[in-house]
Every structure is written in C-alpha cells, then in structure tokens.
C-alpha cells in the first residue's frame, strides 16, 4: 500500500481536476430504463496502472438504481478496463442492496486530459451479447447523484480475489458528483383524501392529487376533475363537485356529506386522461365508544436522518395532504442533522383542530435494548440518548413524554447504519412513558411469534403478545417507518426492497373528542388506539361497555362487542383472550358487527380484537384489561 499523501491536502478527496459528467445529464423519469455514461476526466496526476474508479449509483436514501450491463474504456488506444460490479447484502428485509461498480485500468497508464468512461446500461453487443438497460430509481429526487471515487495510485489490492472491501480501498471520492434529476413518470391514479368524521352538517375539503405507477406524487399535474360521492344506503346525499388543480398539483373542493346514517365514498375522473381514483369509506355514523376517529403515521423519516430521503416540510405537506392524515410525528433518528428544525417544525405544523404535530425521535441502540421512539406533548424538547436504556426515563418529562418500542420482533440481521441491532427487549419498562407497542409497520406486523400472514417477521421472543404476557399493559399503535419523508405511505424500499413486494404498513387510530395536541394525547395515554396496516379501516371493540384500552372490573361474564367496516371485504374478525383466539367469526362482507358472551373458567388478563380483511390487510385493536379483584 502506498501513501495517501496526495490526498491529504484535500481532505481524502479525489484533487479537484479529477470531474466526472454523466452522459445524458437530462432528467430522466422514474424507473425509466436506458444507457447512461459516466465520464471521468483525468487530472494532471493522471491515473496509474492498477487505479481506476468506484461508482456507487444512488443508494443512500432508499434510492436504488440498477446498473444494468457495464461496460468501460478510456479514450488513449491500448487501454483495458476490467470491470467489476458487486452487488452488496443480498436481498434482506433490513440492509440496502445496491451495486457498486469497479473500473480497473489495465494496459497503459491515464494522463491528465484522459478520460474514462464506464457505461451503464450498455446495450450490448456480440460481444457482450445480450442487452440489459440500466434503470432508474423508483422515487423522484432533484438532483440525484452518482458517488464517483477514483484510486489515482493504483493502491487497491486487485489481485486480492475479496478486493476490493466495500467502503474501503483507495478510493477518494470526486469533490463535484456528476447529479441527475429523477422526476415522476405519468399520471397513473387519482388518489383523494376525504375527512373520516365530518359527519352531517356542512361540506367538507375534499385533496386530490395525482399519482404515478411508483406512487410518486405529479406535482406538476393539470386538470379540472369530477367528484362524486357513491352512497350505498338510504339517506345518502349523492353530490358532484369540480375540483381544479393549483399548488403542487393539489385539486381541493367542498362537498356535501350524507345526512343520515350511511356509508359512502368519493369517486374522481380526470376527463382529459381518463385517470379515476376513489376515496377510503366514510362513515360520519362510526364513532367508537362515541369517539372521532384521527389518523396518524408515529413513525416515519426525512432527510434529517442519515438514511432518509425529502426535506421536512415535504414531509408535513404529504402526510396532511396526500396520505390525509389527521397527526404525525417525524422520528428522525437521534442525532437528527437538525434538532432544532425538527422541534421548528413541528409547532409551525400543529394547527390545532385540523393537523396536530408532535415533536419526536427515534433513539436505535446499538447492540442492545431494540429501537425506541420517543414522543413529546411540548414544543422545545430534548433529545436525549443515555447509553444505558434504562436512564431513558429520568430525562423524560412525566406525563408529557411517551416512549414506543417499535419493529420490537425482529433485528437487524447483521452491521446496518447502526449496527447490529437488537429484538426489542422488553426488561427494558417503565408503565408511565412505555404504554403502546408497534404492532405493524413497513417490515411485518409483530403480534405474535409465529410467522404467518400478515406477520411476516418474528420468532424472536418479544412479539405484542408476548409483551402482554409478560404483563405489561401496551395499547396497538401501527406507524409505516417510511424512510421516504412520505407519512402514511406504504411506498418505501426498505433495505432495496422494491415497494411493489412491501405486504404491509402501518398507520395508528386515536379515539378522541377533537384534533388537538392534548386531546390526542390523553387519547394515548389512555390507549384508546388501534393500529392497521395503512388502511382506513373503521374499528370498535368494546369488553362490557368499555372502550378498547380500558381497564374494566371482574366480572363473571364479559360481553364483547366489535364492529368493523373495511376498506375491502373482510375476512374474518378474532377475539384473542390472554394470547388465545377465542372467538372467531367469518364475515364476506365490507360491514360487521357481532357479540359474543364470554365466560371464561379463569379470570383473564386481556382481551383485544383483531380484523383480517380478504386483501390481507388488518386491523387491531387496544386489549381491554381485566382488573384483578
Ligand atoms: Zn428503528
Ligand atoms: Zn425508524
């Protein structure tokens, strides 16, 4: 190994003659497939026999590009290329896969003025016989770039059969990246947000946007679109309404809600493109134990994270505008780029009695313990990271802070941004900040142990249900995890997983009087929450006239009401008492309602509920838990 002398006087990058264009830098549109150059420009210290370049196509922030067949050469006569591509973790649920390419430069030294050109998507030849086009990311992104590293000195160990080491090497990375734009491909689906409770009296604001195959948001979409609500019951006004589009391609109007009881939805069409889309069920009659229903995504992150993708406001704008969420809290990772912007945003976001912001982060140990998110009533909180996870909670404000365990069946797998990390570890308690568990997110649901649709990951010893048998009192919460500034949104490559294969997601009900901070709070505090995965399925459960989170007395005989209205037909609905299904109901339709009577021979913990629709989606609900006398 050589020295690295020349690199010290730029700070172990690439000296700043060494650039690098891509070839054609025009913008291209998601997923789309094609040949792309990346053309290196020598320096004056040319490139030696043995160096060459590193390329890492988009990968950081959930972006995957696939590279397609590569191919290299230089422009001086007598030069070879040997080309390496490696393509990283294979396939997980929990590390990136994304290839990183390696020119190497055999025959004849480069001189400055030289260049290299290493060729991504090259369509072949009888040579290389076969064509395999590179492919653009799925998410739009400005300026997306290709990380170009170059070894000037021939330093990298190439006879090595393992060279050369991810991440390591002698590669210095170029002080300008050669960027490309990556902009949504064409209007594929309307997506429309309807309010879930604005029941009776009055118009309510209806969003619709337009959105891409890869589910990426058309800001620049232009249209006059239809509106309609479809009834399915008596009483049920049918109205139409014209909806333009402005901002951001956002098309908003006021429409009429049904009167009387009845379920209905809101159709779109776009007459121009034909595009059509249609709301979630509304039911302004579905009100839990008397309760409106809010929803909310309490697990997602942006850019101020080191492995998310968007800016913040993006962020506040999607959940609120396009995933019609009624509360969010962004959980950027501790150590957050930018705290402060963090705590900045989320109280130039809450608006009490339309959107609520909570202030919160993400706090993963490493090797230890499992992730935590941490949750704040209050503007300009802290952001502590004690080592030791039981210190947690002497830096938390009582009352005025929670603390969710999430993912808490499964791990990492292996090395990840942060290390190996752990199954939730559930020694780690306190009953006043730890009183919900994340049932469901973008990875799996965690219910139980078993694998076993829709959870898909487990095994590890600390499910929801194995949490509860412990004895600890945790409401259901479901949040996506998006990594894509996307709330709600159960698009996200996860660890290079295309979102075309995520089966779930993760979304949270709160059961509250109004859309505020404090009255969503005491809604959480008192549990009063079902989880689903990302759809807007109605839920009630109730144990003697008690709502789901409660704590009721013994009794002799409990009965145990749910209802349900599914965003498809649903399946079938269970009754789990103390970690065993006791009562189950096949249902074939969208609406259910039943009761059962349960006299259980022992008096048991817990009960909750739990909807499978046909589709695979599912909802649970809060366990009611049983005072012992
Ligand atoms: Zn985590
Ligand atoms: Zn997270």
């Given at each position: 190994?050589?020295?690295?002398?020349?690199?010290?006087?730029?700070?172990?990058?690439?000296?700043?003659?060494?650039?690098?264009?891509?070839?054609?830098?025009?913008?291209?549109?998601?997923?789309?497939?094609?040949?792309?150059?990346?053309?290196?420009?020598?320096?004056?210290?040319?490139?030696?026999?043995?160096?060459?370049?590193?390329?890492?196509?988009?990968?950081?922030?959930?972006?995957?590009?696939?590279?397609?067949?590569?191919?290299?050469?230089?422009?001086?006569?007598?030069?070879?290329?040997?080309?390496?591509?490696?393509?990283?973790?294979?396939?997980?649920?929990?590390?990136?896969?994304?290839?990183?390419?390696?020119?190497?430069?055999?025959?004849?030294?480069?001189?400055?003025?030289?260049?290299?050109?290493?060729?991504?998507?090259?369509?072949?030849?009888?040579?290389?016989?076969?064509?395999?086009?590179?492919?653009?990311?799925?998410?739009?992104?400005?300026?997306?770039?290709?990380?170009?590293?170059?070894?000037?000195?021939?330093?990298?160990?190439?006879?090595?059969?393992?060279?050369?080491?991810?991440?390591?090497?002698?590669?210095?990375?170029?002080?300008?990246?050669?960027?490309?734009?990556?902009?949504?491909?064409?209007?594929?689906?309307?997506?429309?947000?309807?309010?879930?409770?604005?029941?009776?009296?009055?118009?309510?604001?209806?969003?619709?946007?337009?959105?891409?195959?890869?589910?990426?948001?058309?800001?620049?979409?232009?249209?006059?679109?239809?509106?309609?609500?479809?009834?399915?019951?008596?009483?049920?006004?049918?109205?139409?309404?014209?909806?333009?589009?402005?901002?951001?391609?956002?098309?908003?109007?006021?429409?009429?809600?049904?009167?009387?009881?009845?379920?209905?939805?809101?159709?779109?069409?776009?007459?121009?493109?034909?595009?059509?889309?249609?709301?979630?069920?509304?039911?302004?009659?579905?009100?839990?134990?008397?309760?409106?229903?809010?929803?909310?995504?309490?697990?997602?992150?942006?850019?101020?994270?080191?492995?998310?993708?968007?800016?913040?406001?993006?962020?506040?704008?999607?959940?609120?505008?396009?995933?019609?969420?009624?509360?969010?809290?962004?959980?950027?990772?501790?150590?957050?780029?930018?705290?402060?912007?963090?705590?900045?945003?989320?109280?130039?976001?809450?608006?009490?009695?339309?959107?609520?912001?909570?202030?919160?982060?993400?706090?993963?140990?490493?090797?230890?313990?499992?992730?935590?998110?941490v949750y704040y009533l209050d503007?300009?909180m802290?952001?502590p990271?004690?080592?030791?996870?039981?210190?947690l909670w002497d830096q938390l404000p009582p009352g005025r802070a929670l603390v969710?365990?999430?993912?808490?069946?499964?791990?990492?797998?292996?090395?990840?941004?942060?290390?190996?990390?752990?199954?939730?570890?559930?020694?780690?308690?306190h009953p006043e900040f730890q009183r919900?568990?994340?049932?469901?997110?973008?990875?799996?649901?965690?219910?139980?142990?078993?694998?076993?649709?829709?959870?898909?990951?487990?095994?590890?010893?600390?499910?929801?249900?194995?949490?509860?048998?412990?004895?600890?009192?945790?409401?259901?919460?479901?949040?996506?995890?998006?990594?894509?500034?996307?709330?709600?949104?159960?698009?996200?490559?996860?660890?290079?997983?295309?979102?075309?294969?995520?089966?779930?997601?993760?979304?949270?009900?709160?059961?509250?009087?109004?859309?505020?901070?404090?009255?969503?709070w005491?809604?959480l505090l008192?549990?009063?929450?079902?989880?689903?995965?990302?759809?807007?399925?109605?839920?009630?459960?109730?144990?003697?006239?008690?709502?789901?989170?409660?704590?009721?007395?013994?009794?002799?005989?409990?009965?145990?009401?749910?209802?349900?209205?599914?965003?498809?037909?649903?399946?079938?609905?269970?009754?789990?008492?103390?970690?065993?299904?006791?009562?189950?109901?096949?249902?074939?339709?969208?609406?259910?309602?039943?009761?059962?009577?349960?006299?259980?021979?022992?008096?048991?913990?817990?009960?909750?509920?739990?909807?499978?629709?046909?589709?695979?989606?599912?909802?649970?609900?809060?366990?009611?838990?049983?005072?012992?006398?």
């Amino acid at each position: 190994m050589k020295s690295d002398s020349i690199y010290e006087q730029t700070a172990g990058q690439a000296p700043a003659d060494y650039t690098a264009r891509i070839v054609p830098d025009s913008s291209v549109t998601v997923g789309q497939h094609g040949t792309w150059d990346i053309v290196i420009i020598v320096g004056v210290q040319g490139i030696a026999l043995g160096g060459g370049v590193r390329i890492a196509p988009p990968h950081r922030e959930k972006q995957r590009w696939d590279v397609g067949n590569v191919v290299a050469a230089t422009s001086v006569p007598g030069t070879s290329v040997h080309v390496r591509v490696e393509n990283g973790h294979p396939l997980s649920y929990h590390h990136s896969q994304y290839p990183v390419i390696y020119a190497v430069l055999e025959g004849k030294p480069l001189k400055a003025g030289d260049t290299l050109t290493v060729t991504l998507g090259h369509p072949g030849s009888y040579i290389s016989g076969f064509r395999q086009p590179a492919q653009a990311q799925d998410i739009i992104s400005v300026d997306t770039f290709f990380e170009v590293g170059v070894d000037i000195e021939g330093n990298t160990d190439y006879s090595n059969p393992d060279y050369p080491v991810r991440g390591g090497g002698r590669h210095f990375p170029l002080q300008q990246q050669p960027a490309i734009d990556v902009i949504p491909a064409a209007p594929a689906a309307l997506g429309i947000v309807v309010p879930q409770f604005e029941a009776g009296e009055g118009p309510a604001q209806v969003f619709v946007h337009a959105r891409d195959a890869f589910g990426n948001v058309c800001e620049s979409f232009q249209g006059t679109l239809k509106l309609e609500t479809v009834g399915d019951s008596d009483g049920t006004l049918e109205t139409e309404a014209d909806a333009t589009t402005g901002d951001r391609g956002l098309a908003n109007a006021r429409i009429d809600v049904p009167a009387r009881n009845g379920v209905f939805l809101v159709r779109a069409r776009d007459e121009a493109s034909g595009i059509i889309g249609k709301s979630w069920p509304v039911a302004p009659y579905f009100r839990p134990s008397g309760y409106n229903i809010y929803w909310g995504d309490m697990h997602n992150h942006t850019n101020l994270s080191g492995d998310g993708v968007r800016d913040i406001d993006d962020a506040y704008w999607y959940a609120r505008h396009i995933s019609g969420l009624d509360f969010v809290a962004i959980t950027d990772h501790e150590g957050s780029k930018d705290w402060e912007r963090s705590q900045a945003c989320a109280k130039a976001y809450n608006a009490p009695g339309e959107f609520t912001a909570f202030l919160a982060y993400e706090y993963s140990w490493a090797g230890a313990y499992g992730h935590r998110n941490v949750y704040y009533l209050d503007d300009d909180m802290p952001c502590p990271t004690p080592d030791d996870a039981n210190d947690l909670w002497d830096q938390l404000p009582p009352g005025r802070a929670l603390v969710i365990p999430h993912h808490p069946n499964t791990h990492s797998e292996g090395g990840t941004t942060f290390g190996r990390w752990q199954p939730t570890d559930w020694s780690v308690h306190h009953p006043e900040f730890q009183r919900h568990v994340e049932i469901c997110q973008l990875r799996g649901s965690f219910e139980v142990e078993e694998v076993g649709a829709p959870v898909i990951l487990g095994g590890n010893g600390s499910s929801a249900r194995s949490a509860l048998a412990k004895g600890l009192r945790l409401g259901f919460v479901g949040g996506t995890d998006n990594h894509r500034g996307h709330p709600g949104s159960r698009m996200d490559t996860m660890g290079g997983i295309s979102f075309r294969l995520r089966p779930v997601g993760g979304i949270t009900a709160v059961l509250a009087s109004e859309c505020t901070r404090e009255s969503l709070w005491e809604a959480l505090l008192a549990r009063r929450t079902y989880a689903t995965t990302c759809e807007h399925i109605l839920l009630d459960f109730s144990v003697n006239g008690a709502c789901m989170g409660s704590a009721i007395a013994a009794e002799a005989e409990y009965t145990i009401r749910v209802a349900a209205l599914g965003t498809n037909d649903v399946a079938r609905i269970d009754v789990i008492r103390d970690g065993e299904e006791v009562h189950s109901l096949a249902v074939n339709d969208a609406a259910c309602e039943h009761e059962w009577s349960d006299r259980p021979a022992e008096q048991p913990a817990y009960y909750y509920a739990r909807v499978i629709q046909k589709d695979g989606n599912a909802a649970w609900a809060s366990p009611i838990w049983i005072e012992s006398k």
